[in-house]
Nanobody
Framework: QVQLEESGGGSVQAGGSLRLSCATS????????MGWFRQAPGKQRETVAS????????YYADSVKGRFTLSQDNAANTLSLQMNGLQPEDTAMYYC????????????????????WGQGTQVTVSS
């Protein structure tokens, strides 16, 4: 059974930090594209950051560049997102997702490409 489980969400004041983690299990593909997405009330789900498990490729949305950092532990099957300098506009439900990486194509930050999703963890930033 494919499972992606997010943790680490919470409530912080503006300028604070949180570290989100995504633990994966049951994924049948070892070469994978993984990412973090977020969805605020009344808005579409958007890509926050995405990475490849094998090529070193990484993507960050402009809104989080310089503040958020991805890291992954392939041995432990976890993907983490360090979020610094949080702002009220970062308030959203954050989701982890993954899909198989095709070597000839690589990874994409596009939400539609991701097929396996976690249930999400809430991040709330107050001013």
């Amino acid at each position: 059974q494919v499972q992606l489980e997010e943790s680490g969400g919470g409530s912080v004041q503006a300028g604070g930090s949180l570290r989100l983690s995504c633990a994966t299990s049951g994924l049948t593909y070892t070469s994978r594209c993984m990412g973090w997405f977020r969805q605020a009330p009344g808005k579409q789900r958007e890509t926050v950051a995405s990475t490849s498990s094998t090529s070193g490729w990484t993507y960050y949305a402009d809104s989080v560049k310089g503040r958020f950092t991805l890291s992954q532990d392939n041995a432990a099957n976890t993907l983490s997102l360090q979020m610094n300098g949080l702002q009220p506009e970062d308030t959203a439900m954050y989701y982890c997702a993954a899909y198989p990486r095709v070597p000839a194509i690589g990874c994409s930050p596009e939400r539609a490409d991701f097929r396996d999703w976690g249930q999400g963890t809430q991040v709330t930033v107050s001013s």
